[in-house]
């Protein structure tokens, strides 16, 4: 009974091992910043494409983002990193995997949109290539932790499966022993 419960919270502990590194690493309140990064992006570039200048697009892009991601990215094009990290402390890098990924996406296109207010020139280009980096990095951290599963998956192997049949291993043992020794002084 023992080592059947093991198996069963063994089994539990693969398959959420297993959904997070599907996710790349994000934890259960961040799972939407992936589809919300994307499309955050898409909202910015259709706002720039239809006339607003980047830093109004921003602007209205962010209002549209929960406030986890909308905290993350900043809510103005102009606010230091300085500034953002003493507000927000989750910035200064507590972030891992794809979490900072999709942190770092949102520096760099606000990154972008300073770069193309101050030289005068559109950042449409520059935030398309963030985006498509985004796409390459979120599926590099999803392979990355996919290759780090076989070896995650050792962990509940080791610490409940392994005892349970240690636990068999060692109560055939002891019976195999009784019935000898019964069979002896018989």
Not at 85 to 112: H, L
Not at 113 to 137: F, H, K, N, T
Not at 155 to 174: K, N, R, S
Request: aromatic share 8%; hydrophobic share 50%.
């Amino acid at each position: 009974m023992i080592g059947l419960s093991f198996g069963i919270a063994a089994a539990i502990w693969l398959l959420k091992i297993a959904e997070k590194a599907r996710w790349g690493g994000l934890k259960g309140n961040q799972k939407h910043w992936v589809l919300a990064s994307q499309s955050a992006g898409e909202r910015f570039l259709a706002l720039v494409r239809s006339g607003v200048p980047g830093d109004l697009a921003w602007s209205q892009m962010i209002q549209t983002l929960d406030a986890s991601l909308a905290l993350s990215w900043g809510y103005t094009v102009w606010k230091d990193d300085e500034e953002t990290m003493s507000v927000n402390p989750q910035r200064t890098g507590a972030y891992s995997g794809a979490a900072q990924a999709i942190v770092r996406t949102g520096d760099s296109i606000r990154k972008a949109i300073q770069v193309s207010l101050i030289e005068g020139r559109p950042c449409i280009e520059r935030v398309e290539a963030v985006l498509v980096s985004l796409r390459d990095e979120m599926r590099a951290c999803v392979q990355a932790e996919l290759g780090l599963l076989s070896t995650r998956a050792l962990q509940p192997l080791f610490f409940l499966v392994a005892p349970a049949l240690f636990g068999l291993l060692v109560m055939g043992l002891y019976l195999g022993w009784l019935e000898a020794s019964n069979e002896i002084f018989i």
